[in-house]
């Protein structure tokens, strides 16, 4: 049922942002895990007895795995899961697809649940598909979950019971598996590429010689899909769920005795006395994998150079875990030096990534990369290869050392374990034998663990890990010449004769000294613990406490208006200098140093400026908030535009501009930009003169005229402090600040005004992309309008939506729905439809679209079902009031949305009925303009 993989269209800014989050989606999937040495140490327990309730299986009953856990963040919350030992690894020649189809029959029908009651009894319970449950099928395993949001209502037990009927009572109707072949060819299509293109040839490569590449595709492929029978799905089905193959997983706020009880109960099969089909382990083949797999495509507009190393894994004892933390270490120094040299690229390098992830059960691996913005390979062996060498070489700083040791007690002493990350260590140790290392049990050992590795280990490890054999990976862009293995080679050996810079330690930053306070004139309490200061400038603070996270403070810093009220002509300048105002540096040191200085303290920061809006964020442990908010106020007062980094920025944008030229999306992007936005400067890519055009001096005066000292701001502080802490670092940081000549008047957000239509090929895939957005002016909306009305009108759109076209029809594997524009600065609200579909059945799917809203429109839901719906929607409300993060955003976002900060976290009250909402769809399907833009292949 899951999606497995995401359709990534090319955008320059989407590239940006997934290469500094990760590799990008083709070798993200591919990613390597943790090396372990193998050792001597006796077997070692795999999890704290205290803390974990588990039963192996038995030949009648499925292994039991309870974690129960209480805290802050997550109470009344619990994951129950299925887990089964199959996956497309068990599936004989002729049984393609089974295990993920068997998956997809699950939410069709079970014996106590038939037909369409089983997605009826799921809703009942608040248990919304995709959102609170799913399932997935991968090559060794399948799993099915269930998100509980309310523990209150009773929702454990038939929660499992849900779990126990697709253990042992799936039905496989024969009219139920027709209907879902069509779905799995749709999500099968969705899958499907031009076989020129990279990630096939790159799976073929990285797989070779293994049975994963046998089965590749975990859907089979469309014959044996539409050949999928009743009977085969049985034979599936009884083969591989039986007790001693499956597992049940409980995480959460649940009480362990209960629980187990009722697993007992309902999960044990004395009848079944058959032999289980125990599944084989397949690992894949590190010696069939060539030395170097050079690759491109027509849809390729960046340079990657990727490295791996691959190792068995060992099992868990306590020195392969000493052993894995002195890694990391390592790891994380290495990191942070890459991400320091990335100015010195002039605008190639976009990112870096280092990481260690599991490839199959008894094989893992390290892996380096640089992702750039053109095939400089030579730069980049000289980053990857010499940092790597430098580091083994000097060893590590002290400074680096205890930015390292900071940074891992922070997490292990503020980290609470949710109930999804819980069950997740669950299915690792159920499958691979890995460690359950919950944070109640194993955080005062970890955090004497991490006193006790030293730097000289850390080295020694990586050493250990990168002395082997190494796999390189070089992706070109389109239109360039291929790297031959020859001279990737000579580029790796010119960067082990380059000489090793000198270590330095850390440099601190100078501050400026901070004016005298005006002070604060007025306090004032609100509802729920929100109290509100005005300061002499003008400016409003809101603060609440949280302890939710304990020790750490979070805070959000919101002008009204962003380059909505900047002209034309200052527009590209003030979106260029975004990055520059986060990243540059300042008080003595430059943009390298100061990133350094704030790891070191576990300081998060962050600008953006948006169409409606202008924010800075801030989050760091309570003992540092004080260097965080200097650094924030020195960033409001004084903040000079860094040349260095804007010669590396400018230079990024040119080449990402110069790519997205020549790539076959671009006519796709260029007519979304058109029908949707008008090709307004704030929302379309900047052109390479835009970009050039643009000087320091007018980036400099955009941060000037537009962030500095007090703009209208309204600051959301939320956190682990006193109101008496908080009300000091106002007046200190905040209350100094000068209040600025506001300028500008924010416009409303360009909207299509009309009707239309677009079609435009060349997606290079083999499904068509269906977007419908039904456009209203607000001033048409029912009085009884709100975005909880609005959230309710989606969750109603959705079930219909997957019940009529997606399950009925098979016109669809993915289809969703959303109305948004709720917004100030938005003239219109639009419901927005987005599905894919083949490519000959266009106008079928979008005419039963259409239908079926002309249907809804004319047919109320049940008030019963509006209530369902309300309910899921506070459970949510309130399980996110316990994060302060959440609390800051909203709070700080109040003004911008023009609403009260105490309204907008308070819990969610019912509003809505069922005919407000059929009144709100009429209006918006009769009276609203339809923009229908279709993607082709």
Same mark, same amino acid.
């Given at each position: 049922?899951?999606?497995?993989?995401?359709?990534?269209?090319?955008?320059?800014?989407?590239?940006?942002?997934?290469?500094?989050?990760?590799?990008?989606?083709?070798?993200?999937?591919?990613?390597?895990?943790?090396?372990?040495?193998?050792?001597?140490?006796?077997?070692?327990?795999?999890?704290?007895?205290?803390?974990?309730?588990?039963?192996?299986?038995?030949?009648?009953?499925?292994?039991?795995?309870?974690?129960?856990?209480?805290?802050?963040?997550?109470?009344?919350?619990?994951?129950?899961?299925?887990?089964?030992?199959?996956?497309?690894?068990?599936?004989?020649?002729?049984?393609?697809?089974?295990?993920?189809?068997?998956?997809?029959?699950?939410?069709?029908?079970?014996?106590?649940?038939?037909?369409?009651?089983?997605?009826?009894?799921?809703?009942?319970?608040?248990?919304?598909?995709?959102?609170?449950?799913?399932?997935?099928?991968?090559?060794?395993?399948?799993?099915?979950?269930?998100?509980?949001?309310?523990?209150?209502?009773?929702?454990?037990?038939?929660?499992?019971?849900?779990?126990?009927?697709?253990?042992?009572?799936?039905?496989?109707?024969?009219?139920?598996?027709?209907?879902?072949?069509?779905?799995?060819?749709?999500?099968?299509?969705?899958?499907?590429?031009?076989?020129?293109?990279?990630?096939?040839?790159?799976?073929?490569?990285?797989?070779?010689?293994?049975?994963?590449?046998?089965?590749?595709?975990?859907?089979?492929?469309?014959?044996?899909?539409?050949?999928?029978?009743?009977?085969?799905?049985?034979?599936?089905?009884?083969?591989?769920?039986?007790?001693?193959?499956?597992?049940?997983?409980?995480?959460?706020?649940?009480?362990?005795?209960?629980?187990?009880?009722?697993?007992?109960?309902?999960?044990?099969?004395?009848?079944?006395?058959?032999?289980?089909?125990?599944?084989?382990?397949?690992?894949?083949?590190?010696?069939?994998?060539?030395?170097?797999?050079?690759?491109?495509?027509?849809?390729?507009?960046?340079?990657?150079?990727?490295?791996?190393?691959?190792?068995?894994?060992?099992?868990?004892?306590?020195?392969?875990?000493?052993?894995?933390?002195?890694?990391?270490?390592?790891?994380?120094?290495?990191?942070?030096?890459?991400?320091?040299?990335?100015?010195?690229?002039?605008?190639?390098?976009?990112?870096?990534?280092?990481?260690?992830?599991?490839?199959?059960?008894?094989?893992?691996?390290?892996?380096?990369?640089?992702?750039?913005?053109?095939?400089?390979?030579?730069?980049?062996?000289?980053?990857?290869?010499?940092?790597?060498?430098?580091?083994?070489?000097?060893?590590?700083?002290?400074?680096?050392?205890?930015?390292?040791?900071?940074?891992?007690?922070?997490?292990?002493?503020?980290?609470?374990?949710?109930?999804?990350?819980?069950?997740?260590?669950?299915?690792?140790?159920?499958?691979?034998?890995?460690?359950?290392?919950?944070?109640?049990?194993?955080?005062?050992?970890?955090?004497?663990?991490?006193?006790?590795?030293?730097?000289?280990?850390?080295?020694?490890?990586?050493?250990?890990?990168?002395?082997?054999?190494?796999?390189?990976?070089?992706?070109?862009?389109?239109?360039?010449?291929?790297?031959?293995?020859?001279?990737?080679?000579?580029?790796?050996?010119?960067?082990?004769?380059?000489?090793?810079?000198?270590?330095?330690?850390?440099?601190?930053?100078?501050?400026?000294?901070?004016?005298?306070?005006?002070?604060?004139?007025?306090?004032?309490?609100?509802?729920?613990?929100?109290?509100?200061?005005?300061?002499?400038?003008?400016?409003?603070?809101?603060?609440?406490?949280?302890?939710?996270?304990?020790?750490?403070?979070?805070?959000?810093?919101?002008?009204?208006?962003?380059?909505?009220?900047?002209?034309?002509?200052?527009?590209?300048?003030?979106?260029?200098?975004?990055?520059?105002?986060?990243?540059?540096?300042?008080?003595?040191?430059?943009?390298?140093?100061?990133?350094?200085?704030?790891?070191?303290?576990?300081?998060?920061?962050?600008?953006?400026?948006?169409?409606?809006?202008?924010?800075?964020?801030?989050?760091?442990?309570?003992?540092?908030?004080?260097?965080?908010?200097?650094?924030?106020?020195?960033?409001?007062?004084?903040?000079?535009?860094?040349?260095?980094?804007?010669?590396?920025?400018?230079?990024?944008?040119?080449?990402?501009?110069?790519?997205?030229?020549?790539?076959?999306?671009?006519?796709?992007?260029?007519?979304?930009?058109?029908?949707?936005?008008?090709?307004?400067?704030?929302?379309?890519?900047?052109?390479?003169?835009?970009?050039?055009?643009?000087?320091?001096?007018?980036?400099?005066?955009?941060?000037?005229?537009?962030?500095?000292?007090?703009?209208?701001?309204?600051?959301?502080?939320?956190?682990?402090?006193?109101?008496?802490?908080?009300?000091?670092?106002?007046?200190?940081?905040?209350?100094?600040?000068?209040?600025? +000549? !506001?300028?500008? %008047?924010?416009?409303?957000?360009? *909207?299509?005004?009309?009707?239309?239509?677009? /079609? @435009?090929?060349? &997606?290079?895939?083999?499904?068509?992309?269906?977007?419908?957005?039904?456009?209203?002016?607000?001033?048409?909306?029912?009085?009884?309008?709100?975005?909880?009305?609005?959230?309710?009108?989606?969750?109603?759109?959705?079930?219909?939506?997957?019940?009529?076209?997606?399950?009925?029809?098979?016109?669809?594997?993915?289809?969703?729905?959303?109305?948004?524009?709720?917004?100030?600065?938005?003239?219109?609200?639009?419901?927005?439809?987005?599905?894919?579909?083949?490519?000959?059945?266009?106008?079928?799917?979008?005419?039963?679209?259409?239908?079926?809203?002309?249907?809804?429109?004319?047919?109320?839901?049940?008030?019963?079902?509006?209530?369902?719906?309300?309910? +899921? !929607?506070?459970? %949510?409300?309130?399980?996110?009031? *316990?994060?302060?993060?959440?609390?800051?955003? /909203? @709070?700080?976002? &109040?003004?911008?949305?023009?609403?009260?900060?105490?309204?907008?976290?308070?819990?969610?009250?019912?509003?809505?009925?069922?005919?407000?909402?059929?009144?709100?769809?009429?209006?918006?399907?009769?009276?609203?303009?339809?923009?229908?833009?279709?993607?082709?292949?």
């Amino acid at each position: 049922m899951l999606a497995k993989r995401s359709v990534v269209f090319f955008h320059p800014r989407r590239w940006l942002l997934a290469a500094k989050v990760g590799f990008g989606l083709v070798l993200a999937a591919l990613l390597l895990t943790a090396c372990a040495i193998t050792t001597d140490d006796a077997a070692h327990p795999l999890y704290d007895a205290n803390t974990v309730v588990r039963l192996p299986a038995t030949q009648h009953r499925p292994e039991i795995i309870i974690l129960p856990e209480r805290n802050s963040q997550y109470s009344n919350q619990a994951r129950v899961m299925l887990l089964v030992g199959a996956g497309a690894l068990q599936e004989d020649d002729d049984q393609l697809g089974l295990a993920h189809f068997v998956e997809h029959m699950a939410f069709r029908g079970t014996e106590k649940f038939p037909e369409k009651r089983m997605q009826e009894h799921m809703r009942e319970l608040g248990i919304q598909l995709g959102r609170h449950s799913n399932a997935y099928t991968t090559f060794d395993h399948t799993a099915y979950w269930l998100d509980l949001q309310d523990l209150s209502r009773g929702q454990l037990g038939s929660a499992l019971t849900i779990l126990a009927q697709w253990a042992y009572h799936i039905e496989f109707a024969p009219a139920a598996v027709q209907e879902e072949i069509a779905v799995i060819v749709e999500e099968w299509r969705l899958r499907q590429q031009e076989q020129d293109r990279i990630e096939p040839r790159l799976m073929e490569a990285l797989f070779r010689g293994s049975r994963q590449l046998e089965r590749l595709s975990i859907l089979g492929d469309r014959a044996s899909i539409e050949a999928t029978t009743p009977e085969k799905l049985k034979t599936f089905y009884q083969q591989w769920y039986h007790p001693a193959n499956m597992a049940v997983v409980v995480s959460g706020d649940v009480d362990a005795d209960e629980t187990l009880a009722f697993i007992k109960q309902n999960f044990t099969r004395p009848e079944l006395a058959s032999e289980p089909l125990l599944p084989e382990q397949f690992d894949i083949q590190p010696q069939a994998i060539p030395d170097v797999i050079s690759l491109s495509d027509a849809y390729t507009p960046i340079a990657v150079l990727s490295r791996f190393w691959f190792y068995p894994i060992t099992p868990f004892t306590p020195s392969t875990e000493r052993q894995g933390f002195a890694l990391e270490f390592a790891l994380g120094v290495l990191r942070k030096r890459l991400e320091s040299r990335q100015l010195d690229s002039d605008g190639v390098v976009l990112a870096f990534n280092v990481q260690r992830s599991r490839q199959s059960a008894n094989v893992r691996a390290l892996n380096m990369a640089v992702i750039m913005t053109e095939p400089n390979y030579a730069l980049a062996y000289e980053m990857l290869e010499h940092e790597l060498q430098r580091l083994l070489a000097l060893g590590i700083t002290e400074s680096e050392w205890q930015t390292e040791l900071s940074n891992w007690q922070s997490w292990l002493q503020d980290f609470q374990d949710s109930p999804s990350r819980l069950a997740g260590m669950a299915k690792d140790f159920w499958l691979y034998q890995d460690p359950i290392l919950n944070q109640r049990s194993h955080q005062q050992r970890r955090l004497a663990l991490l006193e006790t590795i030293t730097p000289e280990e850390a080295i020694q490890i990586l050493a250990q890990v990168t002395s082997d054999r190494d796999v390189t990976v070089a992706l070109y862009p389109d239109g360039t010449e291929a790297p031959s293995a020859e001279q990737l080679s000579s580029a790796q050996q010119l960067a082990q004769q380059l000489p090793f810079a000198p270590l330095h330690q850390r440099a601190e930053p100078q501050w400026q000294p901070i004016a005298p306070s005006g002070g604060i004139v007025s306090e004032h309490h609100h509802p729920d613990g929100i109290i509100e200061w005005q300061l002499t400038n003008g400016m409003t603070a809101y603060y609440r406490f949280s302890d939710a996270v304990p020790n750490r403070a979070f805070a959000r810093l919101v002008a009204r208006h962003g380059t909505n009220q900047v002209p034309d002509a200052q527009v590209a300048a003030a979106r260029l200098a975004a990055d520059l105002i986060r990243d540059g540096g300042q008080a003595g040191l430059n943009s390298a140093e100061l990133r350094q200085w704030r790891q070191s303290l576990d300081i998060a920061h962050d600008f953006s400026i948006d169409f409606e809006d202008r924010s800075f964020f801030l989050a760091a442990p309570v003992s540092n908030i004080e260097q965080g908010l200097m650094d924030l106020h020195h960033r409001l007062l004084h903040h000079s535009i860094d040349e260095e980094l804007w010669r590396f920025s400018q230079g990024r944008e040119l080449q990402l501009w110069q790519q997205f030229r020549q790539h076959p999306h671009l006519p796709w992007h260029e007519s979304q930009s058109k029908a949707l936005w008008q090709n307004d400067i704030r929302y379309r890519n900047l052109t390479a003169a835009e970009i050039e055009a643009t000087t320091m001096e007018q980036l400099q005066a955009f941060y000037q005229q537009w962030v500095q000292g007090n703009q209208g701001y309204q600051l959301a502080l939320v956190g682990d402090l006193t109101a008496e802490q908080a009300y000091a670092l106002v007046e200190r940081y905040f209350a100094s600040l000068p209040k600025a +000549s !506001l300028q500008g %008047e924010g416009r409303f957000s360009p *909207q299509p005004q009309q009707a239309s239509q677009h /079609r @435009i090929s060349g &997606s290079g895939d083999q499904h068509a992309r269906i977007s419908l957005r039904y456009y209203l002016d607000k001033a048409q909306l029912p009085s009884s309008s709100s975005q909880a009305s609005a959230a309710l009108l989606t969750r109603w759109l959705d079930e219909q939506l997957f019940d009529r076209i997606r399950t009925d029809s098979g016109l669809t594997y993915s289809i969703r729905a959303q109305l948004g524009g709720y917004s100030p600065v938005h003239q219109q609200v639009v419901l927005h439809i987005s599905l894919q579909t083949d490519p000959d059945k266009v106008d079928t799917a979008i005419a039963a679209v259409q239908q079926l809203l002309a249907a809804a429109s004319k047919q109320a839901p049940s008030e019963r079902q509006v209530e369902i719906w309300h309910q +899921s !929607l506070a459970d %949510e409300r309130m399980q996110a009031r *316990q994060r302060p993060n959440w609390l800051a955003n /909203r @709070i700080g976002y &109040s003004a911008v949305m023009e609403e009260l900060p105490w309204e907008r976290i308070a819990p969610l009250e019912q509003t809505a009925t069922a005919e407000s909402l059929q009144q709100l769809l009429v209006e918006i399907v009769q009276q609203g303009h339809l923009v229908e833009m279709v993607w082709l292949p």
